[in-house]
């Protein structure tokens, strides 16, 4: 029997959530992406009207009700505590996150005519990736990438299969842009955030990875050559929008360019958070010692440690701080 959400009942579902978002834990998360069983957390009746497991395959399934449950937590919940649910996620989750993004299960979703479209979209647009894009400005995806402990080996391969996903798909979507957009605002408007989420992520994880200079052994010359002409193109005609911007940062760091460009502010937090002392307003580099429970942060002094720990200014760490395996 399928379980298929119709347009009714997401209008609905989105309805609920929107009074409700503030509920959402990291398990919540954990159980839509299908790594705790659904009886692990107390699932509100009015939050879940339509429970939150999919029976296997319905991976596209699983995806349009994560993506439900993501927008309404991003505009209905304050910032410090989205923060706070997924650092909290991700120190228990990430690893198996990118597990499922590098060998996705199979998706096997009884699709309607007009949705068929999806399946083709799944390798690049997918749950997994979903929640990647949600926590890409935390610390902890930025430990896991340096991490040299083997439960975060696969996450050396992230970068890559990513580029060569996104690579796969440019083209597709850049005719399916162009068919739509003249006639379906909404359906563009699919491919406009899968292609920009999917390429913003891809230029943080590349951006990350500060200490290689040869970014061919990051992104092979051949992907990043099949990418050029359509993210060149794109810089163009959205400029000024979040694809465009995105397209631009990505061409200016094929093209070698040093530094961390415009709107990358929150990479470049994290990273300083790493490798100058986190507390905002000190700039000291040397010496540094990590936040003994996460090791996600670094200080130059317990002074400082103890000042951001409850934070007057910004976030406080202790809501952000939890321990990993990686
Ligand atoms: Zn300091
Ligand atoms: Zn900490």
Not at 18 to 41: C, K, M, Q, R, Y
Not at 158 to 171: E, G
Not at 207 to 231: C, F, G, H, K, N
Request: include cysteine; proline fraction near 5%.
């Amino acid at each position: 029997m399928s379980v298929r959400v119709s347009h009714a009942e997401r209008l609905l579902i989105s309805t609920i959530m929107t009074t409700n978002a503030s509920l959402l834990t990291a398990d919540h998360f954990a159980v839509i992406l299908g790594f705790e069983p659904e009886n692990s957390v107390s699932a509100t009746p009015a939050l879940f009207p339509f429970g939150l497991q999919f029976p296997q395959g319905h991976e596209i399934e699983r995806h349009g009700r994560l993506k439900m449950f993501v927008s309404s937590f991003a505009n209905d919940v304050p910032e410090p505590q989205q923060d706070r649910v997924y650092s909290q996620f991700c120190a228990r989750y990430l690893p198996a996150t990118v597990n499922k993004f590098l060998d996705l299960p199979p998706a096997t979703d009884q699709l309607g005519p007009d949705e068929a479209d999806l399946l083709q979209e799944y390798e690049a647009s997918n749950a997994y990736l979903e929640i990647l894009i949600q926590v890409q400005h935390l610390p902890y995806l930025y430990k896991y990438l340096r991490s040299s402990k083997e439960v975060a080996e696969p996450g050396k391969r992230l970068t890559l299969v990513l580029a060569a996903r996104i690579a796969a798909r440019v083209d597709c979507w850049d005719t399916m842009l162009q068919r739509w957009e003249q006639r379906d605002m909404e359906r563009a408007g699919f491919y406009n955030s899968a292609a920009g989420c999917a390429i913003q992520l891809l230029n943080t994880l590349c951006s990350y990875q500060i200490r290689t200079d040869d970014r061919t052994s990051i992104i092979p010359s051949a992907t990043q050559e099949r990418m050029l002409p359509v993210l060149t193109r794109w810089a163009v005609r959205y400029n000024g929008q979040f694809l465009g911007d995105v397209c631009q940062r990505m061409l200016s760091w094929f093209s070698g360019s040093r530094a961390f460009s415009r709107g990358a502010n929150k990479i470049r937090k994290i990273a300083k958070g790493w490798e100058v002392c986190k507390l905002p307003e000190c700039n000291k580099k040397e010496d540094l010692k990590a936040c003994m429970r996460c090791q996600t942060v670094r200080y130059c002094c317990t002074d400082h440690q103890k000042r951001d720990w409850s934070g007057s200014t910004g976030s406080k760490h202790k809501q952000l701080c939890f321990q990993t395996e990686y």
